[in-house]
């Protein structure tokens, strides 16, 4: 199955990365699928790791086009650089190191830049609570909020894509965990 859909233009190609789920597997990697006229073609494969790979937020910052996708397998928020959008990708840097962060999600704004993502607390859920980072650069170093957890509620702790501008204001879509995990 796909899931986690980010859309993402550069130039004349407009493409959508996707988690690509193969149930033989038991582990996704990050495809795309580029517009082709009114329709997207099919995705294929454009990033594997030995670990599962999912929410592929892509971003333009510094001249270059960067990807944050989840990566709770190697136990870091791990930094990747298109080296050719959109099929070719390169391992940056670990921003977050020896964390267990579930669809972190950036945010430019104030200055600085903040990282939202929820944080399995031990054996808990990965759904539930919400954490926030920030750096005055890119690749860090990244900073806990002091605050952080900053929200512990399933219902609406986990992000569900981008931060979108609405007028004056942010939003930041959710999951909502209380049916279990993608239930709504």
Known sequence: FYADPFVFSHGDTTALLVEDYPHATGKAVISVATLNGRSF???????????H???????ARDGEIWMIPESVGARSVLLYRAQRFPDRWVREAPLIPDRELSDATLLDHGGRLWLFATDRDGEGSTSDTLVVYWAERLTGPWTPHRQNPIRIDRRSARPGGGFVRAGEGLVLPV????????GG
């Open 41 to 51: 073609n099919t995705p294929r494969p454009v990033l594997e790791e030995p670990f």
């Open 53 to 59: 790979l999912s929410y592929p937020q892509v971003f």
């Open 175 to 182: 999951q909502d965990g209380t049916l279990g995990y993608g």
